[in-house]
Structures are given as C-alpha cells and as structure tokens.
C-alpha cells in the first residue's frame, strides 16, 4: 500500500539535507556544542562521529513558555527537534514537562511563523525583506528616536533580559518586563507582611495540609510541575499516610477536583476565611500569634461564614485539623482568585502561614521567582505614550494588545508610538499592529539562559537549524547597536552566542570556576547550575496589621463572571498549538471551544443546557459563548475560560472562540488585573453549539472503573473489595463469589495456551500501574502520546462525531451527588487514564479477520497497521473502547507544512482506514532492547519507559517488565489498592490501577 | 404424488402452462421498463456514494465512535436473512413434498440468489480499505499470511461464499429444464440465446433419472446451509463481548428472524408480480394462505425470543446486559426498539386470522411491515447496543449521514434490477414442475 | 439436434396420452426393444415405472464431494494455523472448534458442486447423439424413439399405432 506508512507531506528534500548536512557540522548529545550556522549544505558523505542516522540526539535546554523556567531534553532525529521531556537534573521539573512544555514543538513548526523579517508595506499589508535592510530601518528610526525608544519584554530572567536592559539604558529609552500573569498581588502582600517583594517557592511535598485558597497551584500557579511533583509525594498515598489538600474556591478548577474537600466560596471572601484560620490557630490550638494576634481576634468564623458561605463549624474543624498537621501549608493568588481584594487575601494567608509556623518550612523565602513589573509598568509606559514620549516601541516576546483587557484601551495608547516593532516569530494581535516584524528563533533554535529563581541558571542552546529565516533577538539587539553605533558602540560582541559566553566566563569566576570554557560545557551538558539558595528568615514587618474588606465588583449583574485560566492555553499562548487545542481541557473535556460554565441549579433555573448559547454582559462589553453545565461551580458564578478569541495568532487560534477579557474591567492606576471583578448579566440568544466534548457519560453506574477508598481503609492495607464491604456498598463486581473461583481456574487453564510455540520463551511481559491516587488528571500524558506516537489531531467537527485519536484519554467521572442535581456541587472528581490494557486474553485479537491485532510474545496487543483492512470488529469487541479509526485520511491534515517535519521518524503516520492504538510505545521497547543488545547487557527496569509514564509530574504512571520481581511495576502491581477494570471480563489486562485514596473527614 | 391428496390446484393442460408460462417474457410493458430503470437510477446512486467513500474513507458515513458498525452491516444482516425464505421454500419444502410451493418457489429462489449477491457487497463497502477485501481469503501470498480462521468474520466469508455458489446452482439448475422449454417455442436470436442456456436439455428418460434424483441431495444440502448462514451471521454478534450481542439464544433467533424477513419480501414481491405476470391462476391465495402461516410462526418464535432476551438480561443479574436492555427500551434508541418489536412481534400475530391470510392487499400492507420491523430489529441489535458498551465515558449516540442512506438505496436498487431482469428473461414460475401436478390425459380417462 | 450430427436410424413416435406412451413402452420392452429414448416435459413417474430404470448413482458423487468438503477444510484450517503459528485472544493455535463451521460450509460446497458435477458427466455418459426430437415434447407430448431402421420398423410403427401414438415418424440413416 503506497498511503501506509509514508510521511504524508515528506519533508522536500533540500530541506531533509539541510538539516542533515547541519546537525553533521556539529552536535554532540548533551554536549556543549550547538549546530551553529553553516556555511554550506553538505550530505553525509563523511559520517560525523556524533550525529548517527536512525539515533536520537540529545540536548539540553530550557523551556520558556512560563515564567517557571523548567529544564528540557530535546530530543532531535536527523536535525530535527522531535520530542521535549524534562530534564531529570533540574530542581524545579525534576524530568517532568507538562502540557504546555510539551506542546513548545508546535510553537516551534508552527504553521503560523513569519518566515522573515517584513515591514509594513505602503499599502498597510506587510512586505518581506532582507535582514540587512530590516537592521537598517531599526538602526535609523533608533538614532532618530533620541532616547524616546520603549521595549516591552516577556522575557524571563536572563542574559538576553540584562542585554535588553543595558541596550535600552544606553539609549536612554525604558524597559518594561510584562507578563500577563505576574503574580503583582502575592508580591504586594509579601512586602506588605514580610517586607520583602518576591515571590517565595513552596514546597507542597513536605506539607501535611494543604489550604488552597483559589490558587489553581496543579494548573499555572508559579511553577506547576514542581508543584504537582511536590502534591503527589504528600498528598499520594504512602505508608499508611497522605496529607489533606481543602480547597477554597469560587470555582472547583482541576485543582480543586484533587482537594479532599472543595468549598464553594463567595468571590472574593478569602481573607475573611484564611484570618479566621489564623484567629482560631491562636485561640483555640495554642499557636503563637506574636504581635498579629490581637488584631486577628476580629475575624471570627462566625463573620467569615457570613462573608464565604462556609458553616462556622466547617471552619473550626479544619482549623482543628490544619493547627494538628506539621508542617502544613496555605496558598492563594493566581489569575482565578485575582479580585480588588487579592493583596489582602495573599496578605492574609500569608499570616495563617506565618501563624501555623510554615514560613521557612512549606513557604521558602529567598528563592525569589522570576516576576516582571507587571500591568504597573505597562500602565506607566502607557502614560508615557499618551506624553507622546515613544518614538520607537519595540515589543519583545509579550502580546499586550491580547492580553490586556480591552477595557484598558491600551491599544489606544499602542497605536500613539511612533515607530513599532516586533520580535515575535508569529503574527500576534500586538505584531499586527507594528511596522517593523524582526522575528524572533524560538527557544530551542537560539542562545540564552534563564535564573528562573535563585540558584538556578537554566541553559538553552540551538539544538538545530532554524526552520526559517529568522534572527535570535540578542543578534539582532547586537548588530543594531554596531550599526547605531554612539552609545551602543559598546555592546561589540560578534554574536550572541559569544556575549552569552562571555557572560558565562564572569559567571564562572563569581562562582570561582576558573576553568570558564569547562564550566561552560558542563552547564550546557547539565542544562545548567543548579545551586541550593540560602533561605530567608521573614517575620512580618512591625505596624502589619491583617485586614479584610470585600472587594468591589463592576456592573449589577445577578452573576459573578469569574474567568479561569486554561492550564493548555494560558495567557492564550496555547491557542495556536493544535495538540493544545485537541487535548481535551482537564476540567472540561471540551476541545477546540470557548464555553461557560454554570452550575446546574442556575442552569435549571435559566433553563440552558449544554450548548445554548449565551449572552454574557459586563459593563465593560458582552460574549456570546455557549453553555456548559458544571456542578464545580459557586451558584452565582459564571466561568469562562481565558485564551482563546484571538483576532490574529495563525489559523489555528484566529477567531477561534471568545475572549474573556472583553468583560474584565481594567482601569489606569491599579497595581494589576482584577480579573474577577465584574458581574455580568446573562440572555439568552436561542441560537445553540454543539460542544466539542469528548464526556460521554460521566457516571461509573457503578461498574467499578475509578476506584476509591477512605484513608482510614487503605492505610489498614484492604483491597477495593474489602474496602467497599467495610463501607457497607454492595461491591461493583458483576460476577458473583461462586463465580470468581470458575473463572480463575478457566484463567489459569488460557494462561498456560497464551504461552505455547513462539510464546513459551521465559520473556518480558510488559506492564503497568496507574496511581489514581497520584493522577491528577493533567493530562501531560495525553500530550505526550501524541508526540510521541504521530497521532494525528482531527480537529473540531470530526470531535463532534466523537472521532478524537487519543490513544491515551483522561476519563473525569463523578461521584456523590447527581450533577444535574440542585446540590450538584457536592461532588468527587475521579480520574481514569484510560489506554490499552494489552489484554493477555485480548478479546479484539480474535475477532481481526487477518491477525492484524495479534499477542506478542511479550505480552503487547499487537496492531500491524500495514495489515489491517478496517473490520472495526476489534474496536467494537474492546470493552475499554481504546481502539480508535481513521475515518479519513487524517495525516494529510493533521501536519500542515512545517509541522510534519515534527513527526517522530520512529512510528508509523497510520493510513486513513486503519485501526490505531496504543502499544506501550512500542517502539521504545525495541530500541531499548536493541540499544541492551548491541552493548550485550540485560534490559534493567527503568532504563526506559513509555512517553507517559516519563511526562507524569505526579510519577503516577509505573511501566515496566511485570516478570523482573526487582522491578518498580511488578512491586507496586502487588499493591494492596490494585484492581483491574472490568476485571469480572477476565481479560486479564496487562494495567494495574491502584485506588483512588480520599481523605475526609465525614462531616 | 402426495399432491393429489390435496385440493386441485391447478386446472389447465400442460399446453396452456407452457403457454402462459412463455407469454411473461414476451414485450415487456412500460410499467415494468419505468420500474426497471427507477431501479438501475437506485443502483447508480449507491454506486456513486461508494466511490466517494473509495475516495475520501468512510469519515462521510455516520459512523460515531463507539458505533463501529452501523447501517452497512444493518443492510448487510438485512439482506442475508431475505435470502432464507428463498432456500427454504426451495429447499426445505421440497423435502417435505409441500405441494403449494411450486408455483413460487422459482421467484423466491432468484430472490435468494439477488439477496444474497446484494448483502455479500456490504462486507466489502463497510471495511476501512474495501481494496484489500481479498486480504480475507485464505490464498497463497508472498508471505504466507494466512486469514484467522478463529474470527467469526472468516466464517462469514466461507458461508455466504458458499450460500450464494449453492443457491446459484440451485436455480440454475432447476431453470434447465424449463428454458428448454421456452427454447421450444420461441423463434429468433432468442431461440439461440435459450438453446445455449438449454445447455442441451432434451428431457429424455436418461436426463430426468439423473436430474431428479440429484435435486433431491441439493435440496437436502441446501437445508442445513440455510440454517447454518445466518447461524454464522449471528454468531458475527454472539461470539463478541458487547452487552446485547453476546447472547446464546442468536443462532436460532436470528434463522427464524431472516427466514420471517424472507417470506415478508417473498410476499412484497410475488403479489404484484403475478399480478404484472398475468399469473393469478397459478399463484393463487392457496398460496398466500401458507406463505402467511409460515410468516405467522416465525413471527411468533420471534416474539418469543425477544421476550427472552429481555428475561435473560433481568434473570442473569449482569449489570452490563441489565443496562443496556433498559435503554434499548426506554434509551435514545427507544424509537427504534418499539418499531422492531411492533413491526416484527405484533404485527405478525394478525396473521392468525383467515381473512387476512387470504386478502392479497392486507397481506400485502403486512409484508411491509416486516421489512420494516426486521431492518430496524438489526439497526437495534447493532447501533444501541454498541452504544452504551462497557466504559459509559465512551457512550455515544449516531447520526446517520447521505453516505448511509445512499448504500442503503443503492442496495434496493441493485437488488430490484437483478430481480426484473430475471424476471422477464426466464420463466418466474417452474413449468417443469407445474407439470408434475397435472396429471396428463389417458384414453381409458380417470386417475391411475 | 437431429440432423446436425450422424443421424440415427429409427421410429419416434409422440403421445398426448400418458398410459399410451407407457402402453408402447411396455410392449416393445417385451418385444426386446431395451434400448429406448423417452422424451417427456417433466419428470413422470408411470415412465419411468414403465421403463424399470436403476436408480442413478448421482449420490455417490454427492457423498465423495461432501466428504472431500470435510477434509479440505480441516486440513486447510489446522496447517494453516500451525504454518504461521499467531496466538490471539490466549486461544489455542489450532482452535478446532472455531473451525467447525468452516469445516460444515466446505462440506456443503464441494458436496453441492460435484453433484452436479455427477448429473453432467452421467447425462452425457448415457446421452446418444443424432436420436430425432420433436420440440413438442417439451411441452404436452410425450415422445417414444426406437432405435430400429430397415425391416423392423414397419412393425414398430405398427406397435406404436395400436399404442394410440398421435404421429411416427421414421429416421433413415
């Protein structure tokens, strides 16, 4: 078959020499080399010791698409970056990578990039020219600026960032470092309480107790893969123990579905709540209150449930249980909880943990992460551009004009700069706007480093050669100077790479390194230096006195409008990635759509269901977005997410969805975005959108799918069978005892026939456990699969007929209450990662007409797509529906031009009319057992393991040879919390999962 | 013959058989060619459906994962089961010297073989790659890859491979005879069209001794095949996981099903076609009276085993089974549900009544029914059950699209064009066998 | 078909009425005539009675395909199976009773084919060619042929006559 098999847009073949010839010029894995620039292509005509085709390459480098700063290996084929994973030796990710670091490698083949620098033609379209007259036009508009020059940059800390700063400074212009989420409030309330202004770093690991007060701390909080490392050591169970994680929120985010408990709160109430805490530490639990005590002795439980909806007594029981764990810890801010009282709320939790003794323990002073000025600074340069005080207005890795809420009328004052550029490698609502696009390398095409926080210097090199004509801003920003000459005659470095390493070598000395150039290699090799810094001591600052006054909302509307951030979209960076925007959204499971979520009561009692349409109005401006009903809600709030509704950003995000900022009120003068401060009323347009949804139903009925049991059971070691007749529940098991016994002999008997003939060999049987305790259902796995496998994202219409590819799926039941109910709020969330279970006794195997699904001999379901012919009588007969078809010719799609070349070389690109699935990476497997075999060692556990299990932030995922009795899976498949799913079937699938455990207390 | 135990059916000379026998293929009239080319319209409109799904894969049918399977295996069991009644009354009735058969039997075999020709495409259009379809047969390739002989899907292709070979032959064998017949009192280009297909019958005592005695093992091969075909189509549910197929009952329930579907097609064809043909004294309500009692028991076992599904799902205490005939009931698919079982269950039990047994546009309005009832008792069994399987996560529903409706009416519409064409090119009534029944004249007169 | 190739010499005579064709075919049996073709539309059981033929062997043909049917199939399944060795499902490789009905299917095929096979082999064994024919035997007469020119037909015709046969006709060499 011609269409099996092959790339379905084959990279050109100049291109694939290009590359070739480049990476030949110099690579080394993890070494300190980079690919440099070439000179000229040449194919392997003499084989270059480092660069073996059919071999992966590795690098390390930094991630940037947060301010978290987490460490990445690149993995590049034949010059080509095709996969990014953590890096295991940097402190803040530890190995693991979440969706949107993932998803960087789109950011990097997207479709969307300007392909060369261009300017604003006469006509108002843009023109493409040569870099040289690009650099021309910057310098000569620079030197007529006279000092009136701005440069608005998102960059991270770094050396590019202190190049930006000391450029600007010598031309007497200013700088601006804007992210959109900068944290302004937590930092305005740790100088407020302890006089220092910096964000501290948490450790959830250590904490017993976790208090989350509207901080989605799993999805974008500060650095969420350290964060959700650190909540699955505490909060997963081990030894009999697990900390308690109670959330306080108006709306329950993927965070909040892994609290123990979730408390819908009245927006805007948590100061009141985390200062009564703190009250009822000092009064009633003996913790000392040093000079805050007496002005806590204000807020009583008794005002903060009026204020928050909390019973008082709810309150006193967890002060109870938050004053009895050691060390604890509580944490607030976060674009969801950001109302006009959100410094008053950091404020006040920072008191509770100063009360309850966590500062210096949970909450670690002195690791000072990275932050910019935040919407102050932007504000004050949108004053100076009023003043007409910007000639030349250079905007550098930031998207204000979509970020910042229109109601703000920054573009207003954007449009007043005389002179405009931009370095974004796409064609964003700000690069839109501007005269001149200088486009920027993406992260790993480019030099740079970045101290996302204290003692960490996270490197990143060029792993390969740019996709398109592009120039590394610090380049850029150093041939400009030599050609604007005066002031910046200074910065005469040759390139950028060699003003980083110049850098680098007065690193070296400070940290009295004086081999500079072997310090150097070593950082690029690690990815860095990585340091412990000092910690802090903090005590709040003489004259700090805690307060609470709720905060002020916009507009008289009946409902709250609480926007949240997409933990895949984020500040709407995701928006042009398709797997970001396939991946289905961890609390929604909505692809491709904007949404509004409503709680059920207020869905029935506006009679709206899922998909109507409605109109939501601010004063600020009013959305059309349609419904979707969600019992994780307060009954007065309306959520939608942030990050989609861009005007420009690619084809991908352009007029994809709404943009919930139109309705955020964002006036001059405040310190930052109250992002929930208006109300909104809601009308109805009687026009309905289907939603792209892959929820079929959300109810286990009882077939014992996701299970869990209390703490108080796992920790008396109980099996989920004996846990449930503990509880009193008729167990799930669809087979009766006398059964079971059958069914186990008939077992063994096709055990002893699955391993006849080629079978009979002492071989690995692969296999797998699934934490759900651990799960917290981010979905980073999911991510991972389709980089790793070449699934191919079919978009929104074929997600309405429910033909998503994802091999791997997170499945969101609920449990609890009926969420259609009125009380719909009292729910659990349980995740179920849901991929093939390679079966032993696999009952699609069978029923295939011509043994293209097959057992291997090490105990994976098998699928030769080359084979298949497209029954579909395996898919129907796989009681785990985790077979999925490829209705059309998906991989002509799915890869627009330069995406394909992401395309890992290793996995087949499936034909249209084939069944695809997973197979534990397969792949992996045997380049492993190769890679054992060439160097005539045994296969270890762990030497290697699937792409989700190595992507999990949580470790919960654990692949390995179930045979090897040493290995980590064949322990932890022992595990007394392990079942099968649909084990009474008797397919004897090669997964573990290990129950859910809960940790409430029964009110 | 036992025949002569009955009432007199027919009462002509061999003459006027012959006579009016050869008179339907004479000038066809305009209704008949109008028809004929509404069926050809049908098939061409299946045919360009199918092209497209060749071109674009089979994303434009309704298809919606869980539903892996939808109106092209529902059109697929559809037709199979047609085809039963045809072997039946050929077959089976033959072995039991029915006597009534005879003067339908011919029309109810081609109907056989046309619906067996037409559900045998389906296999082929509903696969993913419907070019690699000979993939499945267990020839020599280059690597020696040999089909999986355990799935139930390899069972399909050797029993409707083998149905279609031994129905073909079964006509075509009974046909012999009568085209020489027909070969006998046309002249013309046709005369050498039947004298080849004659194949030199000449009916002398040596050709009857043979031909006579080998109808009969047809006839008692034919039988337990019909049985056996539509076993192996069930079993294509049975032998599978999904709550709602994997039932033991299917093999029998599914025979009398295609066997019911079968006479109600037999009926929806014969009672106009003896009208068009100028047959009614051969095909009398005689006739019809048994066809409708024979639709009667099937329909009745049929009405018992969908009672027994439903007991079996409550008896067996399996939540899955218990789940998924709740909703085939009252679930989104409760529409389809009630049609198959009014339309099979109910509907049938009029038939206890002489008066519609014998009234030709009842019965008529009846058979209609059932080829309702029985498309949809497969769209249930298929589409509802599968979706709400296993993992409710994965639940969905189907939306039917033009790819499945287009399949759908160019299935009709290819069928119809066999069968007219058949029609009008060879005697639909067996001349040879009407014969049989009528005792020639003696000189001495009387019976012997 | 008469005519076309070597003509045989001989009397055909054709009835209307049934117990005169057997009348005929009873007496010249008696008179030695064994070897007679008989021509009728339909398979008529007086004839036959009248001609005391043996019951044809066409069974054996349909047993010896049948039982062949049997044996292909399962010699086809279980080599195959165990030429290419796939374990799917934790089944057996050579899984007999999944075979069964492969097995039936083979049975009925081959069984069917060479029964038909037998009829066409048998007819054509039995058939002699050039024997006169009339087309009205294939619908309301039926026909009697005497293999017997020269001297002996005149007696024949005479038979057939007080027979009661509405026409002879002679065939000369």
Not at chain 1, 179 to 200: S, T, W, Y
Not at chain 3, 108 to 113: D, E, K, N
Request: proline share 6%; with cysteine.
């Amino acid at each position: 078959m011609a269409d099996d098999a092959s790339n379905p847009s084959p990279i050109d073949r100049r291109r694939f020499l290009s590359v070739l010839g480049i990476s030949g010029a110099g690579a080394a894995v993890l070494s300190g080399c980079s690919t440099g620039q070439v000179q000229k292509l040449i194919p392997y005509l003499v084989q270059s010791e480092d660069q073996i085709p059919g071999v992966a390459t590795w690098y390390a480098s930094t991630c940037s698409e947060c301010a978290a700063g987490c460490g990445l290996h690149v993995k590049t084929r034949e010059g080509r970056a095709v996969k990014l994973e953590g890096n295991p030796e940097h402190p803040v990710n530890r190995g693991k990578l979440c969706s949107r670091g993932q998803a960087a490698l789109q950011g990097l083949y997207n479709p969307g990039r300007l392909k060369a620098p261009m300017v604003r033609a006469a006509g108002g379209g843009f023109q493409e020219i040569t870099w040289d007259d690009a650099i021309q036009r910057l310098a000569a508009k620079l030197g007529a600026a006279g000092g009136k020059v701005a440069v608005i940059s998102g960059a991270g800390r770094g050396t590019l960032s202190d190049l930006l700063a000391d450029w600007t400074a010598a031309l007497g212009g200013r700088l601006v470092r804007y992210r959109p989420f900068d944290h302004e409030p937590m930092r305005a309330a740790n100088r407020a309480v302890f006089g220092r202004d910096e964000l501290p770093a948490h450790d959830f690991g250590r904490a017993e107790y976790i208090l989350s007060f509207g901080a989605d701390f799993l999805e974008t909080w500060l650095a969420p893969v350290e964060n959700q490392r650190g909540f699955a050591r505490s909060h997963g169970f081990h030894d009999g123990r697990m900390a308690k994680h109670v959330s306080f929120a108006p709306r329950m985010s993927l965070t909040g579905q892994n609290a123990d408990e979730w408390h819908a709160i009245r927006p805007g109430s948590e100061a009141a709540l985390a200062l009564a805490l703190a009250n009822l530490l000092v009064t009633e639990h003996g913790a000392a209150g040093g000079p805050l005590a007496a002005s806590l002795a204000a807020f009583t439980p008794e005002s903060a449930a009026k204020e928050s909806g909390v019973p008082a007594e709810t309150i006193r029981r967890i002060a109870r249980e938050f004053a009895a764990a050691k060390p604890s810890l509580a944490v607030a801010g976060g674009v969801a909880s950001q109302h006009r009282g959100a410094i008053e709320a950091c404020a006040a939790v920072n008191v509770l943990n100063w009360v309850a003794g966590n500062i210096g323990q949970t909450v670690l002073f002195g690791a000072d992460l990275d932050a910019g000025d935040g919407a102050a600074g932007l504000d004050a340069l949108g004053s100076a551009l009023d003043g007409g005080q910007v000639a030349v207005l250079l905007v550098h890795e930031a998207n204000p004009l979509y970020a910042v809420p229109r109601s703000a009328g920054f573009a207003a004052r954007f449009a007043k700069a005389g002179f405009k550029v931009s370095t974004s490698p796409y064609l964003d609502e700000t690069a839109a706007q501007c005269d001149l696009l200088l486009p920027d390398h993406h992260g790993i095409e480019r030099w740079d480093d970045a101290r996302p926080r204290a003692g960490v210097v996270g490197l990143m090199q060029p792993v390969m050669e740019p996709v398109f004509k592009t120039m590394a801003t610090g380049d850029l920003l150093l041939k400009t100077a030599q050609k604007v000459g005066g002031a910046l005659a200074k910065f005469n470095a040759p390139s950028y790479e060699a003003h980083l390493k110049a850098r680098w070598a007065d690193f070296a000395k400070a940290q009295g390194q004086a081999d500079a150039e072997g310090f150097w290699r070593a950082g690029l090799q690690r990815g860095g230096v990585f340091t412990e810094p000092p910690a802090v001591e903090v005590k709040p600052v003489p004259g700090f006195t805690p307060a609470y006054t709720a905060p002020g909302f916009d507009g008289t509307g009946e409902f709250y409008f609480a926007p949240h951030v997409s933990s895949f979209l984020y500040d709407g960076r995701g928006a042009n990635k398709p797997w970001l925007l396939e991946n289905p959204d961890p609390v929604s499971k909505i692809t491709w759509q904007s949404w509004v979520e409503v709680h059920p009561a207020t869905a029935a009692r506006l009679d709206v269901r899922n998909g109507e349409i409605l109109r939501l109005t601010s004063p600020q401006g009013s959305i059309d977005v349609p419904v979707y009903v969600y019992p994780g809600l307060h009954p007065d709030v309306l959520s939608v997410p942030l990050g989609l509704g861009h005007t420009e950003y690619g084809s991908y995000a352009k007029g994809r969805g709404v943009n919930a900022l139109d309705l955020v009120a964002s006036k001059a003068g405040q310190p930052f975005v109250p992002y929930l401060s208006a109300r909104v009323t809601v009308a109805k347009t009687g026009t309905y959108r289907k939603l792209a949804s892959t929820e079929g139903n959300p109810r286990q009925l009882g077939r014992g799918i996701a299970e869990a049991m209390p703490v108080a059971l796992a920790a008396k070691g109980l099996s989920v069978r004996e846990a449930a007749a503990a509880e009193g529940h008729a167990e799930g098991e669809a087979n009766p005892e006398r059964e079971v016994e059958a069914l186990k002999g008939w077992a063994a008997e096709v055990h002893e026939r699955t391993r006849k003939g080629d079978y009979a060999r002492e071989l690995p049987q692969w296999g797998m456990t699934i934490d759900l305790a651990k799960c917290t259902g981010c979905s980073a796995c999911v991510t991972a699969c389709y980089a790793e496998n070449n699934i191919p994202t079919v978009g929104e219409d074929e997600i309405h007929r429910g033909r998503e590819m994802t091999w791997m799926r997170i499945e969101r039941y609920w449990e609890g209450a009926d969420p259609a109910s009125p009380n719909g709020g009292a729910v659990e969330a349980r995740f179920v990662p849901m991929l093939c279970q390679q079966c032993a006794d696999a009952p699609c195997e069978p029923v295939c007409p011509v043994y293209a699904a097959y057992h291997t001999a090490d105990g994976l379901n098998g699928q030769v797509y080359n084979r298949c012919v497209g029954t579909r009588y395996c898919a129907n007969n796989c009681p785990y529906k985790v077979r999925y078809f490829n209705w059309y010719k998906y991989n002509d799609h799915a890869w627009p031009e330069p995406l394909n070349l992401q395309l890992n070389p290793d996995v087949t690109v499936r034909a249209r009319g084939v069944m695809e699935k997973c197979t534990f990476c397969v792949q992996r497997i045997r380049g492993a057992q190769n890679q054992a075999r060439l160097e005539g060692r045994p296969l270890k556990d762990g030497v290697f393991t699937t792409a989700c299990a190595q992507a999990c932030p949580s470790d919960a995922i654990v692949f390995g040879d179930l045979n090897d009795p040493q290995s980590r899976v064949r322990q932890a498949s022992q595990d007394h919390r392990g079942y099968h799913v649909l084990e009474e079937l008797n397919t004897r699938p090669a997964i573990t999962y290990l129950a859910k455990v809960t940790n409430r207390t029964e009110a | 013959m036992a025949v002569l135990a009955h009432e007199p059916v027919i009462t002509q000379t061999h003459a006027d058989v012959t006579r009016d026998v050869v008179a339907t293929l004479e000038k066809p009239s305009t209704g008949y060619v109008l028809l004929f080319f509404g069926a050809v319209g049908l098939f061409l409109v299946g045919a360009l459906t199918l092209l497209i799904l060749v071109k674009d894969g089979l994303g434009h049918a309704g298809y919606q994962p869980p539903i892996f399977w939808s109106v092209y295996i529902t059109t697929f069991v559809f037709w199979i089961g047609i085809g039963h009644a045809g072997t039946l009354i050929s077959a089976i009735l033959y072995l039991f010297r029915s006597p009534w058969r005879t003067a339908v039997y011919r029309s109810t075999e081609a109907m056989t073989v046309f619906a067996v020709m037409t559900a045998a495409l389906f296999p082929i259009i509903h696969i993913g790659r419907q070019w690699l379809f000979y993939w499945l047969l267990p020839y020599p390739n280059q690597r020696f890859l040999w089909p999986n002989f355990k799935s139930p899907l390899l069972w399909d292709v050797f029993a409707i491979t083998t149905y279609f070979t031994v129905s073909t032959t079964f006509l075509v064998y009974g046909l012999v005879p009568d085209v020489a017949a027909v070969r006998d009192k046309v002249g013309g280009w046709r005369k050498l069209v039947y004298k080849f297909a004659s194949a030199g019958w000449l009916g002398t005592d040596n050709q009857w001794r043979h031909y006579s005695r080998a109808y009969l093992y047809l006839a008692a091969l034919a039988t337990p095949l019909v049985l056996s075909v539509h076993s192996v189509v069930s079993w294509d549910f049975a032998m599978a996981l999904v709550p709602g197929w994997h039932g033991t009952i299917f093999a029998p329930y599914f025979v009398a099903g295609a066997i019911y579907s079968g006479l109600g097609m037999v009926m929806t064809l014969v009672i106009p076609l003896r009208r068009a043909l100028k047959l009614e004294h051969m095909i009398t309500k005689y006739h019809f009276d048994n066809l409708a009692k024979l639709t009667l028991l099937t329909g009745s076992i049929l009405f018992y085993a969908y009672g027994m599904e439903y007991f079996i799902a409550w008896y067996s205490g399996n939540t899955f089974e218990q789940t998924t005939f709740f909703r085939r009931a009252f679930g989104p698919y409760w529409w389809a549900g009630w049609t198959m079982i009014t339309c099979n269950a109910f509907v049938s039990q009029l038939l206890w009544f002489k008066k519609i047994r014998t009234n030709l546009t009842a019965l008529f309005v009846v058979s209609i029914f059932i080829n309702i009832g029985m498309w949809f008792e497969r769209y249930v069994i298929i589409v509802s059950s599968l979706s709400n399987d296993f993992i409710p996560w994965a639940w969905d529903g189907l939306n039917p699209t033009w790819a499945d409706w287009g399949i759908l009416a160019g299935s009709f519409g290819w069928f119809g064009m066999w069968f007219l064409l058949f029609a009008r090119t060879f005697p639909i009534v067996a001349i040879q066998e009407i014969k049989e029944m009528i005792p020639l004249p003696r000189r001495r007169g009387g019976q012997h | 078909m008469a005519g076309r190739s070597r003509i045989v010499p001989g009397v055909l005579a054709s009835f209307e009425h049934i117990d005169a064709a057997t009348d005929a075919i009873k007496a010249l049996r008696a008179g030695g005539h064994k070897d007679l073709v008989v021509y009728c539309s339909h398979p008529n059981h007086e004839l036959e009675e009248a001609l005391e033929a043996p019951v044809s062997p066409v069974r054996l043909f349909t047993l010896i395909g049948g039982l062949t049917g049997t044996t292909a199939a399962t010699a086809m399944t279980i080599w195959m199976n165990l030429d290419w060795p796939t374990l799917v499902g934790g089944k057996a490789i050579a899984a007999i009773p999944a075979f069964v009905a492969i097995m039936f299917e083979l049975t009925v095929l081959i069984g069917g084919l060479a029964s038909v096979a037998g009829v066409i082999i048998l007819v054509l064994m039995g058939t002699r060619r050039g024997v006169m024919y009339d087309p009205r035997f294939s619908d309301d007469r039926i026909g009697v042929f005497v293999p017997a020119g020269g001297e002996v037909a005149p007696g024949v015709e005479r038979l057939f006559r007080d027979a009661g046969a509405v026409e002879v006709r002679h065939a000369e060499a």
